[in-house]
């Protein structure tokens, strides 16, 4: 029971490093379709290593010797990246979305004896909703379109002038009496 436990387990996580397997093996040709799905998924040279079995170092040398492979990478991360950069974009503008509702839908009427009947459906009615902008992905768009303008961080330069000033506060009485007050 333990052994089909840590067996199930193990096959769910990336191996760890001492029992990774090493199969720097050969470069077989359906490798390219799947790490175009792998990096549509967001993968990154580690998890594609985990994935096929090697080291990083084997993922950079395949991207870099078989062009199939590395224009997959390519496709599947900048395709991924653009979906999340449309994505983020959407939610930095307020919009109006299209939804589905359902709605209760009474109907009253009188039979033929003059007593009252009630009858409820429901219907499923489009309706526009208000979607405003998310204030952080603003932010973040911000911050990494034009850092220099939108940066918290607001360098000073470092010849900038040392001044030292001195404050009076005076003796604690009011030398103008009109302001005294009453």
Not at 28 to 50: F, T, W
Not at 71 to 78: D, F, I, L
Not at 150 to 170: I, Q
Request: aromatic residues 10%; hydrophobic residues 30%.
């Amino acid at each position: 029971m333990q052994e089909t436990e840590a067996q199930n387990s193990a096959s769910f996580s990336a191996p760890t490093p001492a029992k990774r397997k090493t199969n720097n093996g050969p470069y077989k040709q359906e490798y390219a379709e799947q790490v175009y799905k792998l990096c549509l998924l967001g993968a990154i040279d580690r998890d594609l290593g985990s994935f096929f079995g090697v080291t990083r170092e084997t993922i950079i040398n395949w991207k870099k010797s078989k062009p199939d492979f590395g224009e997959a990478v390519a496709r599947g991360k900048r395709a991924a990246d653009m979906e999340v950069a449309e994505s983020l974009y959407r939610a930095t503008i307020d919009r109006v979305i299209s939804t589905k509702q359902a709605v209760k839908c009474k109907e009253v009427y009188y039979d033929e004896n003059g007593k009252r009947v009630e009858k409820e459906r429901i219907e499923i009615v489009e309706v526009e909703k208000h979607v405003p902008a998310c204030f952080r992905s603003q932010q973040f768009w911000l911050r990494n379109r034009n850092p220099k303008l939108w940066s918290l961080k607001h360098e000073e330069p470092d010849d900038y002038p040392v001044r030292n000033y001195t404050l009076n506060l005076g003796q604690g009485h009011n030398p103008d009496d009109d302001e005294t007050p009453a």
